[in-house]
């Protein structure tokens, strides 16, 4: 049975040519490892490949959730279990590719099994919180210290995910955290590249290429998801680049000023991508594109 191929890397870092390269080479079919590539209503804004770029190559998750979904990282574990588990069966190598490096994690280290949070429970903890974290932090420490010592008090989004947990169940997700699900893919079952440019090189990139997707319907794309006035904590409404074009288009900025904003936004986003690989996936092969 062939083994799984996971390549990471941060968003411009050339995945997905990468991993088109390989699934021709290795016999493969593409498996999409990106949280934001999922959503149909973002093609251009996630630079999620075009059916040229992938032409009779087969590919996987790619594109099937709609916007007005939240999308876990369990839906997508059980999705790509079953897509890695086809491609097998037909002889054929699984080749997964992204910048989502929790997607990496649970494929291969286990997902920590948390409940479903009600939605009316999840909106009202994250009012609260966006209200005040530091406020929202220190209730953390009264109800879950163990996770609260690991988030820092201005994380917003990871101080809502544990206040919410609680909220909901009446158990800290530190306790939910001891119980983890084993890993899809065990040890010797995978091979993990990571692809690493030079910052400066890449931060480059991530502004032409931004620029170049406002100049090839980007705009347009992020509009129609606006107008279709979903609520504004899915994760499709924070895909990099969308906070800022949604200000522009409620008239709260200039559009140089949402270009601009949308560029730093990914050059962050990128940072983090680095950081994480650097720090989780040490052991994984390293290609300094």
Request: aromatic share 6%; glycine share 8%; proline share 7%.
């Amino acid at each position: 049975m062939q083994t799984a191929l996971l390549i990471l890397g941060p968003t411009a870092s050339g995945k997905t040519a990468y991993a088109i390269d390989a699934a021709i080479k290795q016999n493969g079919e593409v498996i999409n490892m990106d949280s934001m590539q999922v959503y149909a209503d973002l093609e251009i804004l996630t630079a999620r490949p075009s059916a040229a770029e992938m032409g009779d190559l087969s590919h996987h998750l790619f594109g099937h959730i709609d916007g007005a979904v939240a999308y876990s990282t369990g839906a997508w574990l059980a999705e790509a279990e079953a897509a890695i588990a086809d491609i097998q069966a037909r002889g054929r190598r699984p080749i997964l590719v992204g910048g989502t490096g929790l997607y990496a994690h649970a494929l291969t280290q286990g997902l920590v099994p948390t409940p479903p949070v009600p939605a009316d429970v999840r909106a009202s903890t994250r009012r609260l919180v966006g209200a005040d974290p530091r406020a929202a932090h220190a209730r953390l420490l009264q109800v879950d210290p163990k996770a609260a010592r690991k988030i820092e008090p201005k994380d917003a989004v990871r101080i809502a995910r544990a206040l919410e947990v609680f909220e909901a169940t009446g158990r800290p997700l530190s306790d939910w955290h001891q119980d983890p699900q084993p890993p899809v893919l065990a040890q010797g079952a995978w091979e993990g590249i990571a692809l690493m440019p030079d910052r400066e090189v890449l931060y480059a990139r991530i502004e032409a290429r931004f620029e170049a997707m406002m100049e090839d319907g980007g705009l347009n794309e992020a509009h129609a998801l606006y107008q279709r006035r979903l609520e504004p904590d899915l994760p499709v409404m924070k895909a990099v680049g969308m906070p800022g074009l949604i200000d522009f288009f409620e008239e709260q900025c200039g559009y140089d000023e949402a270009i601009s904003r949308s560029i730093l936004d990914s050059r962050h986003y990128a940072k983090r991508q680095m950081t994480w690989i650097r720090n989780r996936a040490a052991d994984w092969k390293v290609i300094p594109v």
